[in-house]
């Protein structure tokens, strides 16, 4: 069933025969996103976020080989964190998958795990990515004297992905996953299947907060209420192209006057 297809049917269509789920699934998965909340939380009081920022792991930190680890736990920290609550639906048809009802807690662990490396790959190319930009920066004088450029261009890829079909098309199977997942298929395969559904609607998103770091509380918690709301909210799917809109706005003021926005906001 194609995504289109799947958006076209009525909610109890999409929704399905209600089927519990265990409830140390659901303890399991409410503590895991708790715990990523209070570690990030604990980590910005204490003022230690900033040395997990990409900018500090790859300017003057520790070798690359200690880096890169230190920077993926502390990515798929912040993943979980805002990307599960968001997950709701899927974890939920996963419980109800005939092949992992008789051991859910092994079941959530594979999903759990294959989630994770869709988003670990992802946030290992965006760092990758960011250390040959740090190699373009330092070889052009002239935009590293002007380092908004940077975060204003991250801002119009997301905003233009927000306002774009292939958004509406990946968030119409991470809003209703269970018709593409009438197939069938281990924890494993539900697991892969929505971390790429998941990132084909969410990159853009955590692009912003990847340029804005692990220490920057206002984005992680903007950007979290936004993709919750997109991915569970009763209008998310209209609410799409005005929060495209309020990327592309932020990224003309950050264009036009750099000095003047909060420096909550920077990028």
């Given at each position: 069933?194609?995504?289109?297809?799947?958006?076209?049917?009525?909610?109890?269509?999409?929704?399905?025969?209600?089927?519990?789920?265990?409830?140390?699934?659901?303890?399991?998965?409410?503590?895991?996103?708790?715990?990523?909340?209070?570690?990030?939380?604990?980590?910005?009081?204490?003022?230690?976020?900033?040395?997990?920022?990409?900018?500090?792991?790859?300017?003057?930190?520790?070798?690359?080989?200690?880096?890169?680890?230190?920077?993926?736990?502390?990515?798929?920290?912040?993943?979980?964190?805002?990307?599960?609550?968001?997950?709701?639906?899927?974890?939920?048809?996963?419980?109800?998958?005939?092949?992992?009802?008789?051991?859910?807690?092994?079941?959530?662990?594979?999903?759990?795990?294959?989630?994770?490396?869709?988003?670990?790959?992802?946030?290992?190319?965006?760092?990758?990515?960011?250390?040959?930009?740090?190699?373009?920066?330092?070889?052009?004088?002239?935009?590293?004297?002007?380092?908004?450029?940077?975060?204003?261009?991250?801002?119009?890829?997301?905003?233009?992905?927000?306002?774009?079909?292939?958004?509406?098309?990946?968030?119409?199977?991470?809003?209703?996953p269970l018709p593409h997942m009438e197939a069938g298929g281990g924890a494993l395969r539900i697991g892969l299947e929505h971390?790429?559904?998941?990132?084909?609607?969410?990159?853009?998103?955590?692009?912003?907060?990847?340029?804005?770091?692990?220490?920057?509380?206002?984005?992680?918690?903007?950007?979290?209420?936004?993709?919750?709301?997109?991915?569970?909210?009763?209008?998310?799917?209209?609410?799409?192209?005005?929060?495209?809109?309020?990327?592309?706005?932020?990224?003309?003021?950050?264009?036009?006057?750099?000095?003047?926005?909060?420096?909550?906001?920077?990028?």
């Amino acid at each position: 069933m194609t995504a289109q297809a799947a958006s076209a049917l009525p909610p109890a269509t999409l929704a399905g025969p209600a089927r519990p789920v265990p409830s140390g699934v659901r303890v399991a998965v409410v503590a895991i996103v708790g715990a990523a909340w209070a570690l990030t939380l604990i980590g910005a009081a204490w003022g230690e976020a900033s040395v997990l920022h990409h900018h500090a792991l790859i300017m003057g930190g520790p070798p690359l080989w200690i880096g890169i680890p230190v920077f993926l736990v502390a990515w798929l920290v912040m993943v979980a964190a805002m990307m599960l609550p968001a997950s709701a639906p899927a974890i939920r048809a996963m419980a109800g998958q005939a092949d992992t009802r008789g051991h859910p807690m092994k079941a959530l662990t594979v999903f759990l795990g294959a989630y994770a490396l869709v988003w670990a790959a992802f946030g290992l190319f965006a760092f990758a990515g960011d250390v040959v930009l740090h190699h373009v920066v330092d070889r052009t004088p002239w935009l590293a004297m002007r380092p908004w450029i940077i975060g204003a261009s991250v801002l119009v890829i997301a905003g233009v992905f927000e306002v774009c079909g292939p958004k509406q098309r990946f968030l119409a199977l991470c809003r209703h996953p269970l018709p593409h997942m009438e197939a069938g298929g281990g924890a494993l395969r539900i697991g892969l299947e929505h971390g790429l559904a998941c990132l084909g609607c969410s990159w853009g998103l955590m692009l912003v907060m990847f340029a804005a770091g692990v220490a920057s509380m206002p984005w992680m918690i903007g950007l979290t209420a936004v993709m919750a709301y997109e991915g569970l909210g009763r209008g998310g799917e209209r609410m799409v192209k005005p929060f495209g809109a309020a990327l592309l706005v932020l990224a003309v003021l950050l264009l036009v006057d750099p000095l003047g926005l909060p420096t909550w906001l920077a990028i």
